[in-house]
């Protein structure tokens, strides 16, 4: 078992599969704006969507993190929008295990609906990088951790 705990809770394990990817090294920002706008969608449908968004096909609205982001023309109700590419590759990845355990669970696949979905920061990898006249700068790497869960719905 794993030492972390997921942030979601009550869920009844006979019809729900869980799956996360811990410490990823993609923006906590584009992954909450994913994980905002894949939740409640069928995991197919959403599959799709991120194919699309890796293929710089479909847009990812930003609605949080909106300074200085340009608008999109295929975005309705919405203005502006990025396509974050690595960080939809990484949570596809995510959603493809999270179809893996439902399979293994016994579900049916074309029957599931993304409950729950999250994108937060993890921990941070401090480094420095050296500047001219033997002074340093930091440099700060977060990592991401992003949670997924599916329930089977009728």
């Not at 710089?56 to 200085?68: A, G, N, T």
């Not at 500047?131 to 329930?151: Q, Y």
Request: aromatic share 8%; with cysteine.
């Amino acid at each position: 078992m794993p030492r972390f705990g997921y942030s979601v809770t009550g869920l009844d394990p006979d019809k729900t599969a869980i799956a996360s990817g811990r410490e990823l090294d993609i923006s906590h920002k584009h992954a909450r704006e994913i994980c905002r706008e894949i939740k409640g969608m069928k995991l197919e449908k959403a599959k799709e969507y991120l194919e699309d968004v890796t293929k710089l096909k479909r847009s990812v609205p930003f609605r949080r993190h909106h300074k200085k982001v340009g608008h999109r023309s295929d975005l309705v109700g919405w203005h502006t929008g990025r396509y974050p590419e690595k960080a939809a590759g990484k949570i596809l990845e995510i959603l493809e295990s999270v179809e893996k355990n439902a399979e293994f669970k016994g579900l049916q696949v074309d029957k599931l609906k993304i409950i729950h979905a999250s994108g937060y920061p993890g921990r941070k990898l401090k480094r420095i990088f050296y500047r001219a006249f033997r002074t340093s700068s930091p440099k700060i790497n977060t990592l991401t951790h992003v949670e997924i869960a599916v329930e089977e719905f009728n």
